[in-house]
């Protein structure tokens, strides 16, 4: 039996070494509560780095969606649009408030939101009387959407937009950080996103009021008084002192995970580029993406194989690769949504990617050997089943 080869992951947490001192600084003066001086420097290093006026950590990403909706005006009945080629966390939030999302397809150029789809499905709306309250967009696998085609569009109808950067912190759209263009931008530190805090979220704005808004809801809502007084519903949701202190430690990283995540996708490019039937998310002209996940799409009539069977290969060598996102407006969950797809009348963009599509592992601690394991694994596939084809004609021939 041969030994089992050591799993490669996904997107694994990735540690600076810096995150230890600002934990240690925690414990030694008892701020272990939620609030103190590691979450108040996190929130003014996070809007640094992305040049923008405040920020206000949270529990997570989805806690952050979930506040930004509420501060955008959204509430029960509304309408909210949304990138439908995303996780389910950017949507959920909508129906947390009783609204209701309408998906926006994707494009083939940059595999985000749609500006043809959003204009049709922002034209019906006008019509129907009905604008949406709010936009949610999301920058998928680090890439940017066309974001002054989408600014625009929104302006034109005062649609408010927020921006999913749960996945694109650090990439930029001509010059500007993804999470800063809109009235609102939401991160992650998921454990697989680029910088972790195990679980945490951050959102941001250059509406400071807003963001005091932010901070009072998301600590149980209590008004100014000696007693505990409430007004109006309040959340749970303020990120703790000792995980600041872990974002504290991992923004300092940042640049460097960007860079390394960017050097492991241009590694696949250049191993895989020999297959014809292997594609690359593209990177808008104007942008930078972070590349947190090398996303690909295969051409099973040209490979021989699916996107599937090369999850199934890099599984079988102990390998973790994702499909791409599952398309909202084809999730059970909410099937009785309305959709707006890139070309009227023809098969989605995203649901074409989501059928041959895969996320390739990408955490910025894998190492060259590691990669090519994963590369080699992708050529034997391939150049299996290419020698499975030829063999079945050969034999049909005889
Ligand atoms: C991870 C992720 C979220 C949710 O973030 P959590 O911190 O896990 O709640 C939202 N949107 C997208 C696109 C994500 O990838």
């Excluded at 951050?202 to 600590?219: G, H, I, K, Q």
Aim: proline share 5%.
């Amino acid at each position: 039996m041969t030994k089992e080869q050591p799993r490669i992951y996904l997107s694994p947490p990735h540690m600076s070494g810096k995150e230890k001192r600002y934990i240690e600084e925690a414990f030694m003066t008892n701020w272990i509560a939620p609030l103190g001086p590691n979450l108040d420097a996190f929130e003014q290093e996070m809007a640094d780095k992305v040049g923008i006026a405040g920020a206000a950590a949270v529990s997570s990403g989805t806690a952050a969606i979930h506040l930004a909706l509420q501060l955008a005006g959204v509430s029960a009945g509304d309408t909210v649009f949304c990138s439908s080629f995303t996780f389910v966390a950017s949507a959920n939030p909508i129906r947390y408030l009783g609204a209701e999302p309408v998906f926006i397809d994707s494009e083939p150029d940059s595999w985000n939101m749609s500006p043809a789809a959003l204009e049709r499905a922002l034209e019906d709306a006008a019509h129907r009387g009905k604008l949406p309250r709010a936009l949610l967009v999301v920058h998928l696998y680090g890439g940017l959407t066309r974001m002054s085609e989408v600014m625009a569009l929104c302006g034109k109808y005062n649609v408010p937009v927020i921006e999913d950067a749960a996945e694109s912190l650090g990439s930029t759209y001509r010059g500007r950080q993804s999470g800063t263009m809109g009235e609102f931008g939401i991160y992650s530190f998921n454990g697989n996103k680029i910088i972790t805090t195990s679980g945490g979220g951050m959102l941001v704005s250059n509406d400071t009021s807003a963001l005091e808004r932010a901070r009072f809801l998301s600590t149980q809502a209590r008004d100014v008084a000696i007693h505990y007084q409430h007004s109006r519903l309040g959340y749970n949701y303020r990120m703790s002192n000792v995980l600041a202190g872990i974002g504290r430690g991992q923004l300092q990283a940042l640049d460097e995970r960007v860079a390394a995540r960017r050097r492991i996708f241009e590694r696949y490019r250049e191993a895989l580029s020999c297959h014809e039937s292997i594609t690359f998310m593209p990177e808008l002209p104007g942008t930078f993406s972070n590349r947190w996940l090398t996303a690909i799409t295969v051409d099973e009539a040209v490979a021989g194989v699916t996107a599937a069977d090369l999850v199934q290969a890099l599984a079988s060598e102990n390998i973790e690769a994702r499909p791409l996102w599952k398309p909202l407006h084809r999730q059970p969950l909410f099937q009785d949504a309305s959709f707006y797809s890139h070309t009227p009348d023809s098969i989605s963009v995203c649901e074409e990617l989501f059928r041959t599509g895969l996320c390739l592992p990408s955490g910025s601690a894998m190492t060259d050997n590691e990669q090519n394991r994963v590369i080699a694994t992708i050529h034997y596939a391939i150049d299996d089943a290419k020698r499975r084809s030829m063999l079945g004609r050969h034999k049909s021939a005889l």
